[in-house]
């Protein structure tokens, strides 16, 4: 029994024993393990663990879409493929083919022969099999191969060559080519230099980058398996964690069929006058909407690299000139508005005037007239304008112009818009108020130009103008854009009056007397208000006006009796000794007699009465 109880007792000593020699054994094991990883395996795990680990990049979304106000497509994105391959994997994996299999006859240089020219035959149109032997044999670990692939083509060489990876991409498709180029403006892929798996899509020129926020939509995020150091996505290792939310559209006010016509009249009458260039605006006389906007050059978004610099400003909204006559406006509604006058008060109008140290003449020699009030604008007198500027005084008359929105930006939305230029009134020297009235010594855009004359026919309100109507989400959803400011000009009592002043612009009365100085801008079976004007431009060289270039411009009112469309045209340094020349309103009338085709504009009820302009 007390043998028995010894054996017992010795038992679970024998058995802690053992115990005990297992775990040292293991422990050993594992510490010899552990020495022998670090002394002379640390390197190549260390490798293997740097040339593979998880990295989470963005997914492109699909950048939205820009469209006109009917729906027609101006700029969208294709899905494409970009093909790429991991240089380094690729070399070494072949390096290892032929050391293993020597007689295969294929190595790297071999491998990336058959795949040239297997790319180069499937995809003629976007490279060629040197520019791809060149690529495979750069130096470093990774190069991108050829993009705007399409989805179907990427599959089929990917397939049978799996060292190349394709890489999801859209192109940017303008299917108008130079069509509202200036408008649209352009957007490419951009790779981010601090990351080479993230590649983001982004508006450069015009409102492609102006509302490059809402068209370019949120990325998604996947997870992927990179290489060492360079990021580089190893093909087949993705996971998607959350999807791209696509762009939203972009909703323009304008009409392309609209903007195409008018284009190309502006284009077709720079020629014809030998213009330096030329710019022009049709807006919506109630809304202010912008149904086109043109520059006699644009630019070809599918070949953006030769595009001129002139192409690339949209001198419409970014270049301010001194408008010459066209600027009456102001004073004619000023005079109007403060009741200095009325449309057939007599007005004697001299040859000539002088304001300070400058005299002034009119564009034609003549002695002393009867001029009215109507036949002051409708005649463009510059002696006349000044004499009624005068009587509505420097600050009143200020501050409508500053009311019809000189010197400030008009706030259409286009990238580079200028406010032009009005001279602060605390530098108003002697001599300046007998430049301001009739258009020289300040600056404005054809937008700002089309604007005054906007307030006008909207009945003495000036709507701010807009060339985006709404943006619209994936699920169909519109936003429509801001609402426009409003700033209050005259009454519409004015308003009204200054039409009537404009009308007999173009007027075409029997005898000299009684003409406007634009009846060819009329349109037959309409009432068309406008005014003609031309102002020196200034020498770069001399600094001082020249006598041989101009700006000629002319806004319009299409139809006077009930506005709906408002045009304003400039013409830079035209060759006036031609008989288009020395005028914008044959342009005018092309113009507006196409908006009126178009939109079946309805006839005027009445013709416009004929005004007296110099009284007998």
Not at 189 to 198: I, L, Q, T
Not at 252 to 260: A, E, G
Not at 391 to 420: H, M, N, Q
Request: aromatic share 6%; glycine share 8%; proline share 6%.
């Amino acid at each position: 029994m007390r043998t028995r109880l010894r054996g017992v007792l010795r038992w679970p000593r024998n058995r802690y024993a053992t115990a005990a020699l297992i775990l040292v054994t293991v422990l050993s094991l594992a510490t010899l393990k552990l020495v022998y990883l670090q002394a002379f395996q640390a390197e190549a795990l260390s490798q293997r663990a740097e040339q593979q680990r998880e990295t989470i990049i963005d997914i492109p979304a699909k950048r939205g879409d820009i469209v006109d106000r009917n729906g027609t497509k101006l700029a969208f994105s294709v899905e494409t493929r970009t093909l790429q391959v991991n240089l380094r994997d690729m070399r070494q994996t072949w390096r290892e083919h032929a050391r293993e299999h020597p007689e295969s006859g294929m190595d790297f240089d071999a491998r990336v022969a058959e795949i040239s020219r297997y790319m180069a035959r499937k995809l003629p149109a976007l490279t060629t099999e040197q520019d791809l032997l060149d690529l495979f044999h750069t130096d470093g670990p990774f190069t991108f191969l050829v993009d705007d692939v399409p989805p179907s083509v990427a599959e089929t060489i990917t397939a049978k060559f799996p060292e190349i990876a394709a890489e999801k991409r859209a192109m940017r498709e303008y299917p108008g080519g130079r069509l509202a180029s200036n408008i649209v403006g352009y957007a490419n892929w951009r790779m981010d230099s601090s990351d080479r798996s993230k590649h983001n899509i982004h508006g450069l020129v015009g409102l492609e980058n102006a509302r490059d926020n809402a068209l370019v939509g949120r990325p998604g995020r996947m997870l992927v398996d990179t290489s060492s150091g360079d990021d580089i996505p190893i093909p087949g290792t993705t996971d998607e964690l959350r999807p791209a939310v696509p762009g939203s559209d972009l909703a323009l006010t304008i009409d392309s069929d609209v903007q195409y016509e008018l284009q190309r009249q502006l284009s077709d009458y720079v020629s014809r006058t030998n213009a330096n260039g030329g710019s022009a605006v049709i807006m919506d006389a109630k809304t202010g909407e912008v149904y086109a906007l043109a520059n006699d050059a644009t630019f070809d978004p599918d070949n953006i690299a030769a595009a001129s610099e002139k192409e690339m400003n949209n001198q419409a909204v970014t270049t301010p000139f001194e408008p010459g006559s066209v600027n009456k406006v102001i004073t004619a509604a000023a005079a109007l508005e403060y009741g200095v006058t009325t449309l057939r008060s007599r007005i004697m109008v001299p040859g000539q005037i002088t304001v300070a140290d400058r005299t002034i003449h009119d564009a034609w020699e003549h002695g002393t007239l009867p001029f009215t009030t109507t036949g002051v604008f409708a005649k463009s007198s510059n002696v006349g304008t000044l004499k009624l500027a005068k009587r509505v005084g420097e600050d009143r008359w200020l501050d409508v112009a500053k009311k019809f929105g000189l010197g400030e930006r008009a706030g259409i939305g286009l990238p580079g818009e200028s406010p032009g230029s009005v001279p602060p009134r605390n530098q108003w020297s002697g001599s300046t108020f007998g430049n301001l009235p009739i258009g020289q010594g300040l600056s404005m855009t054809v937008v700002q130009l089309a604007g005054m004359y906007q307030a006008i026919a909207n009945g003495g309100e000036r709507v701010e103008p807009r060339i985006v109507s709404a943006t619209v989400r994936d699920d169909g959803t519109r936003v429509p854009a801001p609402a426009p400011g409003r700033v209050r000009v005259v009454s519409e009592r004015t308003a009204d009056q200054v039409l009537r002043v404009l009308r007999a612009t173009t007027q075409d009365a029997p005898g000299y007397l009684n003409d406007g100085t634009a009846p060819p801008a009329a349109v037959e079976g309409y009432q068309v208000a406008g005014k003609t004007g031309t102002a020196q431009q200034i020498n770069p060289v001399t600094g001082a006006y020249s006598h041989s270039k101009f700006n000629i411009t002319f806004a319009g009112v299409l139809p006077a009796d009930d506005p709906r469309f408002v045009v304003a045209i400039r013409l830079d340094a035209p060759d006036t000794t031609l008989p288009l020349g020395h005028s914008a309103g044959p342009l005018f009338h092309d113009i507006a007699a196409y908006l009126a085709q178009r939109y079946q504009v309805p006839l005027s009820d009445k013709r416009a009465p004929v005004m007296p302009l110099i009284l007998d």
